[in-house]
């Protein structure tokens, strides 16, 4: 017999991703609009302009925070907590106090890799420690 509750959060996780999919098509297929037209006025300046010499530029994510800052911001939420917080409360948190749960273009996940991120360096330089599990979610603390 399956278990419900796996059923209930694997829909509600494809129901997640169906939609991100979704939004993701929608955005390609406004750029390739936006891509044609530009090329049509290039090419009203200068019909023999080969457009295969234009290089695409890459892209990076958003920087959702100034070089050691989430450390500074991480640390400050450790200390002033009473108990062990979890990186997915941590995330929470933060992504509350920068309004960023709010953003369309949100990255939630590049967003917790980025905390987890922070937090294993403070574990390296002898900050935070490991506690225990929430789940499948860590446990952090600062070291005394």
Same mark, same amino acid.
């Given at each position: ?7 209930? /959060?694997?829909?509600? %996780?494809?129901?997640?991703?169906? +939609? ?9 297929? #406004?750029?390739?609009?936006?891509? #044609? ?7 009203? !300046? ?9 290089? /695409? %530029? ?6 959702? $925070?100034?070089? +050691? &800052? ?5 640390? =400050? ?11 997915? &409360? ?5 992504? !509350? ?5 709010? %953003?369309?273009? !949100?990255?939630?996940?590049? $967003?917790?890799?980025?905390? $987890? ?5 403070? &574990? ?9 599990? =929430? ?10």
């Amino acid at each position: 017999m399956a278990e419900t509750h796996v059923i209930s /959060a694997l829909t509600k %996780k494809r129901s997640e991703v169906s +939609g991100e999919i979704k939004h993701y098509e929608k955005l390609l297929k #406004q750029s390739k609009l936006n891509l #044609q037209s530009i090329d049509q006025t290039i090419h009203i !300046f200068d019909e023999t302009y080969d457009l295969r010499t234009i290089k /695409a %530029k890459r892209m990076h994510r958003e920087r959702y $925070f100034k070089t +050691g &800052e989430a450390k500074v911001l991480i640390l =400050d939420m450790l200390r002033e907590s009473q108990e062990p917080l979890s990186t997915s &409360e941590l995330c929470k948190r933060l992504a !509350f106090n920068r309004s960023l749960d709010k %953003k369309e273009n !949100f990255d939630v996940n590049h $967003f917790q890799k980025i905390i $987890f991120a922070s937090l294993e360096r403070c &574990e390296n330089s002898g900050l935070v420690k490991r506690v225990g599990k =929430d789940g499948l979610a860590l446990l952090w603390q600062i070291k005394s």
